[in-house]
């Protein structure tokens, strides 16, 4: 069973950057398509990132493409997600999330097929 544990949130003033680590343990990671998705106050899940297994094929969300850059180690088990320029609208809780790969979806944007989730870190940007 996939674990996933964030690390990397914080608070930051815009325009500022910051790099989010999840390390996962428990599985096979090479063979698990990874995502970011986050969720801010009284609002739903929204999708940010994805990165196929071999981290050659990459998606992300229309709000972050060109500030956000979603990354991998294989060797280390972990997925990154460096964001630059913030913006308040960037607060929210960020998840780090796992999926098996079937062979035929290389990357999804669909919370709903990501089965491993970790537990959350904050991210929060001032104005």
């Known amino acids: 069973q996939l674990q996933l544990v964030e690390s990397g949130g914080g608070m930051v003033q815009a325009g500022g950057s910051l790099r989010l680590s999840c390390v996962a343990s428990?599985?096979?990671?090479?063979?698990?398509?990874m995502g970011w998705f986050r969720q801010a106050p009284g609002e739903g899940r929204e999708f940010v990132a994805a990165?196929?297994?071999?981290?050659?094929?990459?998606s992300y969300a229309n709000s972050v493409k060109g500030r956000f850059i979603i990354s991998r180690d294989n060797a280390k088990n972990t997925v990154y997600l460096q964001m630059n320029s913030l913006e308040p609208e960037d607060t929210a809780v960020y998840y780090c999330a796992g999926r098996w790969y079937n062979g035929i979806v290389v990357v999804s944007k669909n919370d709903d097929e990501y089965g491993h989730w970790g537990p959350g870190t904050q991210v929060t940007v001032s104005s």
């Open positions: 990165i196929s297994t071999r981290g050659d094929t990459s």
């Open positions: 428990g599985g096979t990671f090479r063979a698990y398509q």
